[in-house]
């Protein structure tokens, strides 16, 4: 292991080899024999349990409730509402048959051409359609209303160029979709949960995020208003971390969804959606990480704390073990999850490196002086430096620092964020800016053609427009590429 | 609502319809759009919820941790196992193209023939060739060993005739996929998965089951041995909860998959799977409920406590508030999940019925005389038994309540099963018997064409050859049907 995380390439060499061998070798994830699809491995399945646990909680405090929708969409119902058709309908797994028949020459199974459905079937790329449709029979008066579901579920899409946790043909999510009696609930609803993800990227994974409204030209197929959080990650592109959706009446029409209002009037339903997928967790290696292999905040981390004893012989051991395992006893009744390692098939410095690639918070080594010392090594996984302690009060010490790792890799990961925000004013200066990546501020006429001309000629879009900002970027100026009135300064970068 | 209820059906005249009037009327779920496929609505979802938390507990305690993989599967997969194709290959969804396009009319979106899949992907019935496709590349030596992966995750079986949560195409679930080194590891572990299995169905669900090893005939496709764990029906046909199978070889074998022993010899892993389903919804509600709706255990129920006031005006409404107010926060201390049921646009007997409908466990009523008196009115849904208590410690005592209906329910079930277990001797006493539904333990000569003859002629089959039985079921007797040797006892049944 050692010996493979030396080959571990260099962000500053080769920033995109350096995240595909990481998500490998550090067992998150791995290509399938299924074009496009990943499989999540122990190590990575068990952060994205903890993002999905702290998520469904904040979910259920803010009086959602889970349910299960079908897998399959029939194909008609697509086209139902004419964006959302434009938007997600080309490129998707289809269903043609329901059978499979022995081959005549003994070859194996084919395709039963007797057993083609009639009207073929989609594997969600996302719920909209399949969930309005129930919905119709769920409201009749607005004393149904608010209806506020999550579904954690898998969902396709099939993308061309895939890259693991980033753009997956299949990948895991959530999506939350509510119905209810005016326009203003739905909208607040959007903003609750855009700030119900903001909250949990920065307070919960130490991803900073810029919330903001898309363009018109970036919304969600369907919606009136899509608002998002965007991550910025090392290599300067910014990373979409997840959106939540004003749909307006647009699905109430699509399905004809109506509801007999207060004043007793048929009115159609208001929605919104919302979701955020297993590409946080490309968000998570993305920001945090470095050469050595994963950093993960001890709030996301399998194991925050290992244990790694060093001794010549197996009394050394014994009494090592001795004095570890009430501190491994203490540490998980204050809620800490331990590992103590003291294997005998691999060197300590194997050891290190792996827990180093695996992005373990803080490491204690305890050798056979530090039992004579009453003391022990502690390395903190996010600065990679050590320091030897008393061995009294550790666990008390290790608690609180884990505390400060949060902070510190938020910090970190803020101070990178901030240090590349840049305001630019002319389109020379943007073109000139955005080769050397982050976010760009800068002023926009507010069209889409503007906005083309933009990504066609600098590969940036329009990330959001900052609900928070200085008082400068809201002051009235002229857009960067035409010179025409600009409301304000929008966000710009290179994206994933 | 309370009109509606009336209409559920009895049991006693129809218990077919009772079950599926009853899965909708009390929002478990509901059919979709989609052929054979369901609807979870919140309500059933949050009782699949608690199964889910539960059942992931005992599978971590027991070593085993979560992972993905992919939801399609390469044709070819599934020719690779011979008796896996025979069983699941043959109703399944198949995915043969990758793009729509609009329709040249204008009419919406057709399949775009040009996006034809090389190779046509299943959409997984079962994962143990995906997975043992990948574990191919996670195992070289025994130290790679044992892999205990779970997953959840959705599946999909084209079933002709569905019936929600009983029987449908797409159904969730979660499937165990363990590789071994050693015969005797891999046969433990199934047998560690099926006890697994009914202890969370007798302790957790209050659900009574035979646990035991299925016959040849009734085996899972691939396995050499599939262990069983079976309920009873309140209209006496047997349901199969849960299955663990010992795997042997096959899918390592039809994978490849070699690991180096210990004596540095190269040998096939040995394998187990194991799963429950979405089916035990259906195993809950059969079992426990009755002709007023669901009858949940304690464990399960989403409210496992409904307060509902009784008041004439506002002011003695906010009478009420105020005395329940503090109850209601000592039950949820307690971990109690309460629901104080105030609204004033329904009558106090609609609520009644619809939480009788819906389950919940316990019911308190406080009137005004109540509040003048100091009492409450308890009502246990499992018998439907009230009482007038003090208010006084309320809350201990409704603590204790909640547990002895957990016990109460799984003692009724558990007594009208016993109740329902018939010896029978001969081919004449067993077609009498099989009518009136039931298990029959009876002898049967060991081969799969008395086993056939016996369903086609009863449309019984052998549920399982139980691990624990009576020192008389386990001595040798001649076989009911042909008077062949037995040496023991089998449990018969008509099933789900």
């Not at 579901?149 to 997956?168: D, G, K, S």
């Amino acid at each position: 292991m050692a010996v493979e995380l030396k080959q571990l390439t260099k962000r500053s060499e080769n920033y995109s080899q350096w995240y595909n061998e990481l998500v490998v070798k550090a067992d998150l994830a791995e290509q399938s024999p299924v074009r496009g699809c990943m499989v999540i491995k122990p190590y990575g399945y068990a952060i994205w349990e903890k993002m999905q646990a702290e998520l469904d909680k904040k979910f259920k405090e803010t009086g959602h409730v889970n349910a299960y929708f079908p897998l399959l969409i029939p194909k008609s119902y697509l086209s139902r509402e004419a964006e959302h058709v434009e938007g997600f309908a080309k490129e998707c797994a289809v269903v043609t048959h329901y059978r499979l028949k022995n081959a005549e020459d003994g070859s194996g199974v084919v395709v039963d051409p007797a057993a083609r459905l009639e009207e073929e079937l989609i594997i969600r790329p996302t719920s909209e359609t399949i969930i309005w449709s129930t919905y119709k029979n769920w409201i009749n008066s607005y004393r149904d209303l608010p209806i506020l579901c999550n579904q954690w579920a898998n969902v396709m899409r099939w993308e061309m160029r895939t890259r693991l946790f980033l753009r997956t043909a299949e990948f895991l999510w959530q999506e939350g979709h509510t119905a209810h009696a005016t326009r203003e609930e739905a909208e607040a609803e959007a903003m609750k949960m855009i700030n119900v993800y903001g909250d949990f990227a920065e307070n919960f994974m130490a991803l900073p995020v810029i919330k903001g409204t898309k363009s018109a030209n970036e919304r969600f197929a369907g919606a009136l208003d899509t608002f998002t959080i965007e991550g910025l990650m090392q290599d300067g592109k910014a990373l979409q971390c997840g959106t939540s959706h004003f749909l307006g009446q647009n699905f109430a029409k699509a399905f004809n969804v109506q509801f007999v209002n207060r004043e007793n009037k048929l009115e159609y339903v208001w929605a919104t959606s919302w979701g955020v997928s297993t590409r946080l967790m490309g968000a998570l290696i993305m920001t945090h990480s470095d050469d050595n292999g994963l950093v993960l905040p001890p709030n996301l981390a399998p194991i925050q704390v290992v244990i790694v004893p060093i001794y010549k012989n197996d009394e050394m051991l014994a009494r090592i073990d001795e004095r570890v395992n009430p501190i491994v006893d203490e540490l998980r009744r204050r809620g800490i999850s331990v590992k103590y390692d003291n294997a005998d098939n691999k060197r300590p410095g194997f050891k290190f490196a792996d827990y180093e690639l695996k992005g373990v918070p803080v490491r204690l080594v305890i050798g056979g002086r530090d039992i004579e010392n009453n003391t022990v090594e502690v390395m903190r996984r996010d600065t990679l430096t050590k320091e030897t302690r008393s061995l009294d009060n550790i666990e008390a010490y290790v608690v609180d620092l884990l505390k400060d790792i949060q902070d510190n890799i938020y910090k970190k990961a803020l101070d990178y964020r901030n240090a590349h925000i840049t305001k630019v004013d002319t389109y020379d200066e943007f073109k000139e800016q955005i080769e050397k990546g982050g976010f760009i501020l800068a002023h926009w006429d507010g069209t889409t053609e503007t906005e083309e001309r933009i990504k066609e000629d600098t590969k940036a879009t329009i990330r959001c427009i900052p609900f928070e900002a200085d008082e400068e970027s809201l002051t009235p100026g002229k857009c960067m590429v035409t010179g025409k009135p600009s409301a304000r300064r929008v966000l710009f970068a290179r994206a994933y």
